[in-house]
């Protein structure tokens, strides 16, 4: 794992990431490894999914493989796993765990635990350990304390419909001392939904054709996530905001020229709280409730602010 202070280091945007943010080869690249690892079988939504996502699969990659440890295996648990990237990461020196089946589940489901052999991107078969049906608003997740060196939250905290502060929990319980979560979600106030609300068109999610959980519930703005992290007890907590480009010129060029201009604009620190995304690393430390009123409205009424 990644020496104790440096999750600053893990959060920030690099030059690397620059790069890849306003060139193409490192971006065009990658989706070609993920449209090859999901197939000619690949729904259009699946592909509309993967090119539209590729380059923040990239940079989440990149802070990944900054908290992993070459030079021993380490025990990575996903939860709500991408199978492209699950494929990536099993060429990793890791032991690889997964929880899925939904945190938004409201039928009664217990976990079930077993082992699938998958391949990975270089046709390695390995053996993976995974939790199906797991409500990760509600369960236990089913592994032993302090047995994860990592834990990846990858765009699944804004699916949240009840209460994240279980999650969290759970999270810091499997952690090993010292073990790290690596957590990813939309920023609520991204300039994309400012430049909306600016020009009178819907800032929200339209409704989904399956269930709520589908879509973002509660989004989070860095300031609250770090509050979030740092309340329940996680160490060195670090959030930052990044940008990432889903539209190449030869996709729809009206929309890459938007995002090209949005991307340098937050580029400069002081608009830089408006950048798409968010990235949190953390620390495993103590683990206690915490509540924020900005979050729950119990909290609130109890402080006077909702009435």
Not at 206 to 227: K, V
Request: net charge neutral.
């Amino acid at each position: 794992m990644a020496d104790p202070g440096t999750n600053a280091a893990i959060a920030r945007t690099t030059w690397s990431d620059l790069r890849s943010t306003f060139g193409f080869s490192q971006v065009r690249a990658f989706r070609r490894r993920l449209l090859t690892m999901a197939g000619d079988g690949a729904s259009r939504e699946q592909t509309a999914y993967l090119l539209f996502n590729s380059h923040r699969y990239l940079l989440t990659l990149r802070r990944i493989d900054a908290l992993l440890a070459p030079e021993r295996t380490i025990d990575v648990l996903d939860l709500a796993p991408a199978p492209e990237l699950t494929r990536i990461l099993l060429d990793r020196n890791v032991r690889y765990h997964s929880a899925d089946g939904g945190y938004y589940l409201d039928r009664e489901t217990r976990p079930v635990v077993d082992s699938e052999i998958m391949l990975s991107e270089r046709g390695t078969e390995c053996t993976v350990r995974r939790a199906r049906d797991v409500n990760l608003e509600r369960d236990r997740l089913p592994f032993d304390d302090a047995s994860m060196d990592l834990v990846l939250g990858l765009e699944v905290i804004e699916h949240l419909i009840r209460n994240p502060v279980h999650m969290l929990q759970e999270i810091a319980r499997v952690l090993r001392p010292g073990g790290k979560l690596l957590l990813t979600t939309d920023n609520a106030n991204h300039y994309i939904r400012l430049l909306k609300f600016l020009a009178l068109r819907p800032i929200y999610w339209p409704y989904p054709e399956t269930t709520f959980g589908d879509r973002h519930n509660r989004e989070f703005l860095a300031w609250e996530l770090e509050d979030l992290l740092r309340g329940i007890g996680y160490a060195d907590v670090a959030v930052r905001t990044f940008n990432w480009r889903p539209f190449l010129p030869e996709q729809d060029f009206r929309k890459f020229l938007g995002y090209t201009v949005g991307n340098l604009v937050t580029a400069v620190p002081p608009f830089s709280r408006y950048r798409r995304h968010i990235v949190a690393v953390a620390t495993r430390d103590r683990i206690v409730d915490y509540y924020p009123s900005n979050l729950f409205i119990r909290s609130a009424r109890e402080a006077g602010i909702w009435e």
